[in-house]
């Protein structure tokens, strides 16, 4: 087990490696001098090549990769002599934009993103999971039908028509909510709630529909094992049947696909933050993306792909908690 | 030479009666499958309405970037005169709020846009995710090594947001092809993966050491023994992955590094739509109609692509 996780652990940092690697080379290399655009419309070439000494644009560019990477785990200083700006673990760099740590602003974001994503993450797996199950124990039934030709056409709706729906519908119509801003919620828990609810709703259609699919196929193939005849057979109560029997096996792929569902949402909701207009770092990438400031852009790509490699790996060792056939040595 | 009874996942010929090959067969089921038969007319529709965009636009005597000033409000920031958007005789769907374009007949161009895009992307990822995991898995050893680690590691790329940089930092050109290309880079691991499994379990079976045994070349059992029974998975993603590209595209020009203007995309219109859609709903519920109606339509292709094609019987 614990070889087993050192090696996870590994694989995890070298994913990571790489995704910074490409990161740096996408927004380092490719675009026009960040020092021309950090340095602003009057700009002298003194001014430049201090700000290049600064940024440590005038390294070797292999060395500036190492810098950044060391700065993530020890923090590092810019430049040099007097002008040297601290930047404290673990270091992102700083924002072209504001000078702000880049760290801090997507600290600042992440609450936002957290809220939608968990909350809209509860909603869809209790409601895609109950439709499904339903489904699959009433199978062929015309209640399944409507429910399955119902998933099926919301799934395909797009993220941005759900939610522009809804807003007319519920907010600007019926007068029900109040258009979708951000209230923490440690301010107002009942504001942050009414606030929430149609980014909650609009996400949780689109990905309840998803797992109502998977979680009736999954259990319509679980229902029809030997093992369940058995279980009926031994005079087990269909409800023991099913919830101890059958769950159990059924809902493991389910388990997988929300791990990376909700770890890739946590890298920022893009869409739905920027139709909610939620100040989230799906935002604030589009936001730096729009202004080229490389730094932000860089450290939420990493904060993603950090989210998405983490929730696989937690996944992975869920899975040997529920499936007793899944042991690692 | 014929294909064999094949994997689980695979073609139906291992329950198809005599003298009926398996291709004729699906397509047996596919014509009496009301969803299949649904979603191909759906999506012929669709095909059909952007081929003949420009006839379209002659028919109802407005081009896509025809501006009509005169449909919009002015004391109003531009949103379209009349009520739903301005629809009437003329403008069939309604004009585009500030600027007084056809909505119809940018819907209609619009759809060639996002179909080219969506269809092409998944036709690179296809092809490349295909053509590697065949080569891995059929290889096996360090190649197979070295191609899935390369897959999981694209599997682990925060997509929309690795899609929005590249398209933002790659120099000006044919913003289309670019598109299609970023796409299909974060789209063929997940048909490489499959592919790979598949070929897997293909490069033991007796057929393929029959093939092997009479001297035939790697490259000729590849092509001849192994591709043609990796057709029916490859086709049902496939299909599948269509309308995941659409759902793409069009949110990528909903973030405003779509297709540049004056192309139209149904993502585009979706983008502008949003600074409208409080005054002028029928504007966003155009492109929304399409996008959920191709969507839907290419799903139900693939699902019946794939119940038809599962020798188990479409009972699933």
Known sequence: MIRYLALRFAGLAGVLLVICAVTFTIFYVFPADPALQACGKSCTPERLAMLHHQMGLDRPLWQQFTDYLVGIFAGRSYGSGPLAVQCHFPCLGFSYQNNMPVWDLMMQRLPTTVSIGVGAALLWLVGGVTVGVVSALRKDSLLDRTMMVGTLTSASLPIYFTAMALTVVVVQIGGLLPYSSYVPIAEDPIGWTKNLILPWVALALLYAAMYARLSRASMVETMAEPYIRTARAKGLPERTVVTKHGLRAGLTPVLTVFGMDLGALLGGAVITESVFGLPGLGQLTIDSINKSDQPVVMGVALLAAFFITFANLVVDLLYAAIDPQVRYA | ?316
């Open chain 2, 1 to 316: 030479m014929a294909a064999p009874p094949l994997t689980t996942e695979a073609a139906g010929s291992a329950s198809a009666p005599a003298g009926q090959s398996p291709w004729r067969l699906v397509g047996g089921r596919l014509r009496r499958d009301p969803a299949a038969l649904a979603g191909l007319a759906i999506i012929a529709l669709f095909v059909l309405m952007a081929i003949a965009a420009p006839l379209l636009t002659a028919l109802n005597g407005h081009g896509p970037n025809e501006f009509h000033p005169e449909k919009i409000d002015k004391a109003l920031a531009g949103a379209p005169k009349g009520a739903f958007g301005g629809i009437d005789g003329d403008f069939w769907l309604g004009v585009e709020p500030g600027t007084g374009r056809d909505v119809f007949s940018r819907m209609v161009y619009g759809a060639r846009v996002s179909l080219l895009i969506s269809v092409a992307a998944t036709g690179v990822a296809t092809v490349v995710g295909t053509v590697l995991g065949l080569t891995a898995g059929f290889a096996g050893g360090r190649i197979d090594t070295f191609i899935s680690r390369i897959m999981d590691m694209v599997l682990s790329f925060p997509q929309l947001i690795f899609m929005i940089a590249l398209v933002s930092v790659l120099p000006e050109g044919n913003r289309m092809l670019e598109l299609v290309f970023v796409m299909g880079f974060f789209g063929w691991p997940y048909i490489g993966r499959i592919v790979r499994g598949q070929t897997l379990t293909l490069r033991h079976r007796e057929f393929v050491d029959a093939a092997r045994a009479t001297g035939m070349l790697r490259t000729r059992i590849v092509f001849r023994e192994v591709l043609p029974n990796l057709l029916a998975p490859v086709l049902v993603y496939a299909t599948l992955t269509i309308p995941i590209n659409i759902g793409t595209e069009a949110a990528l020009s909903f973030l405003g590094i779509g297709v540049r203007p004056p192309d139209s995309s149904w993502g585009q219109m979706m983008s502008k739509a949003i600074d409208w859609y409080q005054v002028d709903p029928t504007f966003f519920v155009v492109p929304g109609v399409c996008l959920l109606l191709t969507v839907l339509a290419f799903t139900l292709l693939g699902d019946a692509f794939r119940d038809a094609l599962d020798p188990r019987g479409a009972g699933r």
